[in-house]
């Protein structure tokens, strides 16, 4: 049977469609931040996506300075550029075009993010995947992944597929979770191409486009947009297309469906578990 023919007649659609705000974190990284604050009830597991895209220096060079963080993960996908990782739990690496770095902090890391560049292009994505609660406090964790060794597959169309996390199409990413099963996809359609992928219905999904225009189920999902995708029981696909050479990253998971209480980087299911976070940090208990 032809999965794609199957999917193709029951695809997701575009519920909203998201600008993000400009903003800075770290030492002054202007970034648009496209998931954050009411969107994490919506888009549960995910807590927060961060898009940077500049050739301005001024805009990166600071990078981001010893923090911490509990209760998550952290997924940084580079598209264009280096960043320089530490972090108190011993690891190091550098990431660079096209690699992945995937961090667990849970019981806490304190680490810093720093361009190892002085011009030229910085783009990539940060995502904050949350930890069911009795995962918060697990042992950190980090592995880097170069670019080449990204799973990858391409469609008889020639639609070309990175898989980072999650499974699709037969092909298993470069890191997989239980409990939430986070699918991160990069996706490059060719112009004139279609795309099909199986996604549970109840999985929350968005897509965030960063060249050219997608086509959901009819409607148009702009360059430096996300388009949430509506969960319709036993709709069970999502099918995109474009009209002109086009990239994107489609993320979904299944919702944890607990409470979620955020402070800063620290993110807990309750007030107390925030204070008990504060009162580690600062008591040195992370390093
Ligand atoms: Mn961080």
């Not at 597991?45 to 220096?57: A, C, E, H, I, Q």
């Amino acid at each position: 049977m032809n999965t794609d023919t199957v999917v193709k007649n029951y695809t997701r659609g575009i519920e909203r469609i998201v600008d993000g705000i400009a903003t800075s974190d770290g030492a002054g990284v202007k970034l648009t931040r496209v998931l954050s604050g009411k969107l994490q009830k919506r888009l549960d597991p995910f807590l927060m996506l961060d898009v940077f895209s500049s050739d301005n220096p001024d805009d990166y060079i600071a990078g981001f300075p010893d923090h911490p963080h509990r209760g998550f993960e952290t997924v940084t996908y580079m598209l264009a550029g280096h960043m320089r990782h530490r972090d108190s739990a011993g690891h190091e690496g550098l990431l660079k075009n096209g690699g992945v770095q995937w961090m667990t902090a849970g019981r806490g890391v304190i680490h810093s993010e720093i361009p190892e560049q002085v011009d030229g292009l910085m783009e990539g994505f940060q995502l904050w995947l949350n930890l069911p609660a009795q995962r918060k406090l697990a042992e950190p964790w980090y592995r880097d992944f170069a670019s080449e060794t990204i799973p990858e597959y391409v469609t008889r169309e020639g639609v070309k597929v990175r898989v980072i996390a999650g499974c699709s199409n037969g092909v298993e990413g470069a890191v997989t979770r239980e409990v939430s099963e986070p699918l991160y996809l990069d996706i490059h359609l060719p112009a004139g191409t279609e795309y099909s992928t199986a996604l549970p219905s109840t999985h929350n999904a968005f897509i965030y486009v960063y060249r050219g225009t997608v086509t959901v189920n009819g409607v148009q999902v702009a360059s430096r947009r996300m388009g949430i995708l509506n969960n319709t029981p036993a709709v069970e696909g999502v099918t995109l297309s474009a009209t002109e050479d086009t990239r994107l990253i489609l993320i979904a998971g299944k919702p944890l469906n607990e409470p979620i209480v955020q402070y800063g980087p620290f993110v807990m299911n309750t007030q107390q578990e925030i204070h008990q976070a504060l009162h580690d940090y600062n008591s040195g208990h992370f390093a």
